[in-house]
């Protein structure tokens, strides 16, 4: 499934539309040299590829996490055969980054000199994993991750050609497991046609695919569960009376005194949250002081715990936040950060725009500025 040619790419498209600089450079013949840094399955390896192709050069690799100097040697002797030829000789290194500092020096004037076009990839940070001297000799592509959109596009592509019965639904659902991941989201599509061979593939086919198992467990007939849930509920409504008999009925019936703090614990939060913070110090205290002291004595401790929670001001307004906020991240996926949010550590990144126009709130309290991603500025979470 990649593409046969530059045009077909999907994704990128700030680096390598038609008005691109790039691909104003690639006209005149040109090709200068470059590292992309993003992350996996974005496109790095393909576009590189298509890129020497685009000036009919030789594309020769090398895996940095596995070659080292002498394989290094090998293309090069090969890249100055090729100038004798007059044919150009595109270099591309995968994972830059693990390439110690003898192994990128040696690089260096073969890229100065022209013997070779140098294309890196990379998905850690060049500015801590790649020498300065190569760095100021290249230009440093931040690739983004492919967005949701894009990857339903390449999806629907893969299940025309190859005649796979998927809705789009489902595209979507796989698109949203793979995290940006073009490479995770084909194979994923694969295994579900080869699961359910020749027939729809169906959510719950990729959802055993993503290992995304449905964690809820049944709660009818198991009497241990059916107590806690009580005991729970009873101290949601504010009623002490009925939390300490639950509570009662679980000491009789021999229950784990850890279990049922922990369930206090995880309660204190997400039932009273910052209606009274001092519940979840309280409520851990209680989880400690039960582990100190065992079982029969620790029952006292479980129960003025119960009956202060229970008693207890109540709150869901951290649950119903996170729960929004991880509902929009599952349908917006990983939007990048805003660049003046982003930490510029190095001049690359100064360069790269990071941290630019960042106002720093104590010194300019009321200045406005966006914190959230610009496809989601003004989303609420916190009501």
Not at 202 to 207: A, H, R, S
């Amino acid at each position: 499934m990649r593409p046969q040619k530059l045009s077909d790419v999907l994704g990128q498209e700030q680096f390598f539309g038609r008005s691109s600089a790039i691909i104003k450079s690639l006209k005149e013949g040109h090709l200068p040299s470059l590292i992309f840094w993003g992350p996996p399955g974005c496109g790095k390896t393909t576009i590189a590829r298509l890129l020497a192709a685009e000036i009919s050069a030789d594309f020769v690799t090398l895996e940095a996490a596995v070659s080292g100097l002498k394989e290094f040697r090998v293309a090069i002797n090969r890249a100055v055969e090729n100038k004798i030829y007059q044919k150009q000789t595109v270099l591309f290194i995968d994972e830059i980054h693990r390439w110690n500092k003898k192994q990128q020096d040696a690089l260096l004037p073969y890229v100065e000199n022209g013997t070779v076009t140098f294309i890196g990839a990379t998905t850690e940070n060049p500015s801590f994993e790649v020498i300065s001297a190569l760095l100021s000799r290249v230009k440093v592509l931040l690739f983004e991750a492919i967005s949701k959109e894009v990857i339903v596009e390449i999806l629907e592509r893969a299940s025309q050609k190859e005649k796979i019965s998927i809705g789009r639904n489902e595209l979507e659902l796989i698109a949203q497991f793979s995290g940006g991941d073009a490479r995770v989201a084909l194979n994923a599509l694969e295994l579900s046609s080869h699961s359910v061979k020749g027939e729809n593939v169906t959510k719950e086919i990729i959802k055993e695919i993503f290992d995304k198992t449905n964690l809820l467990y049944d709660k009818a007939g198991e009497e241990h569960y059916n107590i806690i849930s009580a005991f729970i509920k009873s101290m949601r409504g504010s009623d002490a009376n009925a939390a300490v008999y639950y509570l009662a009925r679980m000491i009789e019936g021999g229950e784990d005194p850890e279990f049922i703090a922990r369930r206090m614990l995880i309660f204190a939060s997400e039932d009273i949250g910052n209606a009274l913070p001092t519940a979840l110090v309280v409520a851990n205290t209680c989880f400690d002081a039960v582990r100190k002291i065992g079982w029969p004595e620790s029952e006292l401790i479980l129960s003025q715990t119960a009956i202060y929670l229970a008693k207890a001001p109540k709150s869901n307004l951290a649950k119903l936040a996170i729960g929004a906020a991880r509902e929009e991240v599952q349908k917006s996926g990983t939007l990048p950060v805003p660049l003046h949010l982003r930490n510029a550590s190095t001049s690359l990144m100064t360069d790269l725009g990071y941290g630019k126009n960042y106002i720093y709130t104590h010194n300019n309290p009321s200045a406005p500025q966006d914190f959230l991603p610009s496809e989601i500025v003004g989303k609420k979470f916190v009501l």
